[in-house]
Structures are given as C-alpha cells and as structure tokens.
C-alpha cells in the first residue's frame, strides 16, 4: 500500500519557520516530481511548490517564492518543504503529493497524496 505522510506542521508566529517533511512508502518515487500543495479553510487547494525527480529543478509559487524551500532525499524517499517568513496567509493545511502525470503546477494530475498536515501562523 502507498502511503505519504506529511509531518511537521504546527502553531508558529509570524516571522517564525517550519520544516515539513512527507515520508513515501509502499513504493519509491525517486524517478517522480514531487510537490507540495496547500487549502485553506473556504478555498481551493492551490499549489505552492514542485521538485522534479532529481531535485535538480525546483518550482514556486509566486506567493512563498523566496521564503519556502523544495527539497527532497530519493534515498530516504522523503520531501521537504523549508517555510520561512511564514504569514498569517500561509495558514492551511498542506499536502505532499506525487507522481503527476501532466503538469506538476495542477493538483489534478497527481495520482497520490497525503493526509495533510496543519500549519497555522498567527499574527
């Protein structure tokens, strides 16, 4: 069974960091992108970063570019996500996701996908 497990999130200041991490099992992802997506209550789940398989191109959306890092470990077949400078904005719940069969940038074309993990930043 393929699983992805965020882990990481939590209550933080404005200003403040987070580190989320995504632990694949059931099957390796390392020849797969990789990203990040997030929802926050009311909306719809955006995208906020991508990894190309070798971790060699990373993408961004415009609202984190600067302030959030991609990264991923194939021999650990985890991915990271470095969130600096969080905002009250930022606060949702963020998802991994793996494996898309089009475009990394769309949530519709990612065939697995985490529980989520709650980042909440207050001002």
């Known amino acids: 069974q393929v699983q992805l497990v965020e882990s990481g999130g939590g209550l933080v200041q404005a200003g403040g960091s987070l580190r989320l991490s995504c632990a694949a099992s059931g099957r390796t992802f390392s020849s797969s992108p990789m990203g990040w997506f997030r929802q926050a209550p009311g909306k719809e789940r955006e995208f906020v970063a991508a990894?190309?398989?070798?971790?060699?191109?990373?993408y961004y959306a415009d609202s984190v570019k600067g302030r959030f890092t991609i990264s991923r470990d194939n021999a650990k077949n985890t991915v990271y996500l470095q969130m600096n400078s969080l905002k009250p904005e930022d606060t949702a719940v963020y998802y991994c996701a793996a494996d898309p069969s089009g475009s990394a940038y769309y949530h519709r074309f990612y065939g697995y996908w985490g529980q989520g993990t709650q980042v909440t930043v207050s001002s």
């Open positions: 990894i190309s398989w070798s971790g060699g191109s990373t």
